[in-house]
Structures are given as C-alpha cells and as structure tokens.
C-alpha cells in the first residue's frame, strides 16, 4: 500500500476551545482517528478502489474539511466513519459514540413538524419525554429558529430546512458531527449565513467537525485544517492549517490567498488524471 | 455537547482579541438581521380556499351529475323502454325504500353489513401490516410471495365464496374468510408499494440519529411508508366492502342475519325491481360515503402534512 501524509499530532492541533469535553474523548485524545482506510467496491476481480490508505485524526473540538474533486470518495469516507459502510481495510475509532450526519439534501422526515424532527433524535437518544420540547426549543434558538417548532418542513425556506438539519445533527448530542456538503445546494448569499452560523454553533459547543466539500473557498473559510483528497483512488494528498482567525469571510484578502494556493494544488491533482 | 447559552463564551478559540467585542455584537445583529430576511423572502405561504369557492368547485359537479343521471333514468321510464316491474322510476325505488325504512329494519340492515365489512377490515389490516412489511424488507419473503401477492389483487373474490362455503359452512366465519382474502392483498401491497417509494436518504437519516430495527419501522419506516399504505388501506376497504357483499348475496342462511347483499338476494326471489335497485343504491351509498369520510380525509391530511398537495 503506498504510505500517505497522515494528519500530524492531533495533541497540538487541538485548540481547546470549550471548558469541557466528554472523558472518554479527552483520554483518547481524539474525536476520530482512521487508521489506513481503504474502501473498495465491487466484485471480487472487478474492484474498483475508492479509497487508499487514509489516515486521519480528528482532534476533540477540531474543525476540518476535506477537499477534493469528485470521485475522491469524500462523501464514501464519511459514510464508513458514520458507520452505514465498512472499509474493505484499516480501522475507524469514534470514541464519542455514534456521530451526527447532515447530508446535502436536508433528510428532514417531511411527516413530522421542524420541533417533532429535532424530538425524534432526541428520543432515539434516551432523552426523557418531558424534557424533548424544551430541549429541542433550546436547540432551535441556537439555529435561529425561534418559533418553526410547528412549521411543517415544506413551509421552510431551503437555508431554514438545513438549519433544522443542523438542529437535528446537534441534538444527537454527538462528540463528532459529520457534514456532506451541506450547503452546495443553497443560494450563495443564504451560503454565506449558513457558514456564519455554522462558525457560531461551533464556537458555542464543543463538537468536532469533519466537513466535506468539493468548493475551495468554503473549506478555507471554515476550517482550522484543510485535507485535500486525491482521486481515484483517493488518498491524502496535502493538508494545509489555516490560522486565519474568525469570524472570517468567503471575501477575506487571506481566505482568497490560501484559496488560490489550494485550487492549483487541486487542478494539479484533477489534471495527473487526463494524463495517462 | 456544553450548554449553549445565546451568548458567544469569551474564551472562544476561535474569536479576535478581546478589543472586537462590540464589532462582534454588531456583526452578529446583522447577521441576524439578514437571515430574519431571507427566512422572510423564502418561506411560502398558503392561503386556505373561501368554503363558497370550495362548493362550487367541489360539491356542485357532482350534485349536477347526480340529477342528469336522475333525469335520464326518469325519461328511459316515461318512454317505458322496459315494462316498469323491469325499469321502476327514480320514486318507486324510493318508495321501495321508505316502504323499507318504515318497517324498521333498514338501519339495522345496513349495521348488519357495515360492522361485518369494518370488523373484517380491521382484521385484514392486522394480518396485511406485517405480511407488507415482510415482502417489503425481507428479500426471500419478496420473492417467494410478491407476485402471488399482487395476482391474487386481480383474482375477484367472489371465487372464493363456493370455496369458504365448503370450508365453513354457512356461517359468519366464510363471510368474513371472503372479506379478509380480498382485502388483505390490497392493503399489504398498498404497504409494499409504499415503502418501495421510500426515498432512501430518508432511511439512512433514520439510520444515523438511531433509529434502528423495530424503532426505525415504528418511526421512520411506516411513516415514509404512510402515503402508499393510505391509499392501499382506501383500496383494501373497497375490496372489503366488494367481498362482503359477493358473499351476503351468495351465503344466506336465517343464522347469517340480513345484510345488505341477503336485502338483494331477496329482492331477486321477489322479483321486486324497486328493491333490488334500492338495495343497490344502498350498498353504492356505504361504499362512497366511508370513502368521503374516512379515507378521503385521511388521505389528504396524510398528503397536505408532507406538502404534496399544493400543486393539486
């Protein structure tokens, strides 16, 4: 298996940020560490790898994306840490418990009402029934959405709908909170809130975030690490740490400058394909 | 995950120097501001039809049909097409069925045959809930049983009734045999049909916040699954109520008490046209009138909480 840039000690990379963190993540010192994944699909003969020889860790409270053409296996990478695949090799530790995964598309149940989604996460979590409505009235304050408990999901905008999401992912209560690009679907200015908010939700709990995109300026915008995948199959290609402080914006002289540095390396990796 | 007070926590890693605190509040104002906006320019709403409109659109169609047909059927008997012990008027079906109602027993007639065709109902809803399930999830099960499950939908039930009458004789037992044959096909295939449409990111969703084997069917499968099964249950009561009465006209017995399909059969021994068109009109009445006040509502409710009926 060819050797990978593996993410660098995740003890000086975390930045700690909120007061405290769950026990079990802090002893391992880790929200998730994957240990040369490689996933392929396919029959026996016929395989196609998507996926070689990832290793990565993600720090309790890190924010990180990963950036990569399509065909990378971004979104697959995330599938295997939220645990709806196996790799095919390597190992994957989660040591908060099952993470929270928001898709591109909402995945709201359209049967339940905004509140009523954000309570059934919270009932598959344990949370006693008393406490569901509070909670998941605290949660949408959070979001901004003071007052959608009742709205039914087809009544909300497609920026209200992935704040819901949002909602939903963070009243798993999960130490890891996995992102698929969550906002590739939205207008750019409803984009530009969402990062905003997403910043400030962050800042105000201590989740960890694996966040994947396929757009440049989104990934330095958020992130404090970037990791770029490379394609078919991917790998770990470069990681570049952005220490640009927030809030930042898409606009920002600095994000724009990492940001050209990061799309030649990317054009660089997209452009070895047509090659041979 | 901390307790989120609206407030940013000061040592936020993340945040400028202590220096920007006012700049920040302004900022996110502002950024409050404009998503109260968007949320404002985005969210859709719906205004609720007047009642007059929702009349002229919806009741008065259907009311004029009626009284063309009426007044069809009236001249076919004024240019006495057919003598009129074979084609009675419109009144004479209705006298037929005053005449009926003034000896008393027409509502208990009609009870006879709506508690059997809703008991059955309800039994064949028990067994086709989980038999849906079953063909729908479990591969095996879909291919042993899928296909006879939807060509039994096409086999009329009323080939059953010479079959349950060998079985179990004269009794409630073959009617309701015959009542649970036609309409548990229905119903189960409604369900397969309904968590075929699934869309799979909403099982994955349901997957990821936990829901997961029986938990996952009670709250994520079955609801995906509602609006297929809803029209499965709203076809499942039509067959029901088509077996029911296939039977009744078919097993009579003094034990069998009189249902709707007996009131037919013995208009048919009388040669009593009036009868036999007025216990025809009965069993039409019942059939559309728990259609339009049970599945109907059902049905929209079902579809308008998803927003899938506003484009209609």
């Known amino acids: 298996m060819p050797t990978t840039l593996s993410a660098q000690d995740p003890a000086a990379a975390a930045q700690p940020r909120a007061a405290h963190q769950q026990d079990r993540q802090r002893q391992a010192g880790y929200a998730a560490r994957l240990d040369g994944v490689s996933k392929s699909f396919g029959r026996p003969g016929a395989q196609q790898q998507v996926l070689d020889g990832i290793s990565l860790d993600v720090a309790p409270g890190e924010f990180v994306t990963l950036l990569g053409a399509s065909g990378c296996g971004k979104s697959t990478l995330l599938n295997l840490v939220a645990d709806l695949e196996s790799p095919t090799d390597g190992t994957i530790e989660v040591p908060g418990g099952r993470p929270a995964l928001m898709f591109q598309e909402h995945a709201l149940f359209p049967w339940l009402t905004a509140g009523r989604n954000i309570e059934l996460a919270l009932r598959m979590r344990g949370v006693a029934k008393a406490e569901r409505r509070q909670e998941a009235e605290r949660l949408l304050e959070l979001v901004r959405l003071t007052g959608a408990y009742g709205k039914r999901v087809h009544e909300l905008s497609g920026g209200m709908r992935q704040r819901v999401a949002l909602a939903r992912a963070l009243a798993q209560d999960s130490q890891l909170l996995l992102m698929d690009e969550p906002f590739a679907a939205l207008d750019a200015i409803t984009r530009d809130v969402l990062h905003e908010e997403l910043t400030r939700v962050w800042a105000e709990t201590d989740v960890s975030v694996l966040f994947v995109t396929h757009n440049v300026r989104e990934a330095v915008r958020l992130a404090e690490r970037v990791v770029l995948l490379s394609s078919r199959p991917g790998r770990i290609a470069r990681e570049w740490r952005v220490d640009i402080p927030q809030p930042r914006r898409i606009e920002d002289a600095e994000v724009s400058r990492l940001s050209v540095e990061i799309t030649e390396e990317l054009r660089g990796e997209i452009r070895r394909h047509g090659q041979h | ?312």
Do not use: C
Request: hydrophobic share 50%; charged share 15%.
């Open chain 2, 1 to 312: 995950m901390a307790s989120t007070e609206t407030e940013r926590p000061p040592e936020s890693g993340a945040s400028p120097a202590g220096g920007a605190q006012g700049a920040e509040r302004d900022d996110a104002a502002e950024l409050a501001g404009l998503e109260a906006g968007l949320d404002a320019l985005d969210t859709r709403t719906q205004a609720r039809t007047p009642l007059a409109r929702t009349l002229r659109e919806k009741a008065l169609p259907p009311a004029v049909a009626v009284v063309l047909v009426l007044a069809l059927w009236q001249s076919a008997f004024a240019l006495e097409l057919k003598p009129d012990y074979q084609l009675p008027s419109p009144l004479m079906v209705w006298d037929a069925l005053a005449e009926e109602w003034y000896k008393g027993t027409i509502l208990g007639v009609v009870w006879q045959s709506v508690s059997r065709g809703a008991l059955g109902f309800l039994v064949a809803l028990v067994v086709a809930t989980p038999l849906g399930l079953l063909v729908a999830r479990v591969k095996v099960v879909r291919a042993a049983i899928g296909p006879v499950l939807s060509g039994l939908q096409s086999l009329p039930s009323v080939a059953w009734v010479p079959a349950a009458i060998i079985w179990f004789g004269l009794t409630d037992a073959t009617i309701y045999a015959v009542v649970l044959l036609g309409a548990v096909p229905s119903i189960a295939n409604g369900l397969v049909a309904g968590v075929d449409r699934i869309q799979p990111l909403h099982l994955r969703a349901g997957k990821v916040i936990g829901a997961t084997g029986l938990r996952g069917v009670r709250h994520v499968l079955l609801p995906a699954a509602l609006p297929g099964y809803v029209s499965g249950l709203k076809q499942g009561w039509a067959f029901s109520w088509r077996s029911l009465m296939a039977a009744e006209l078919i097993a009579t017995s003094p034990e069998l008490g009189v249902g709707l399909g007996q009131l037919l059969e013995t208009g048919r021994v009388y040669q009593d046209m009036p009868l036999v068109l007025g216990a025809i009109l009965l069993i039409l009445l019942v059939g559309i009138g728990i259609e339009l006040l049970l599945f109907a509502p059902l049905e929209r409710r079902v579809l308008r909480n998803r927003g899938l009926l506003a484009a209609r």
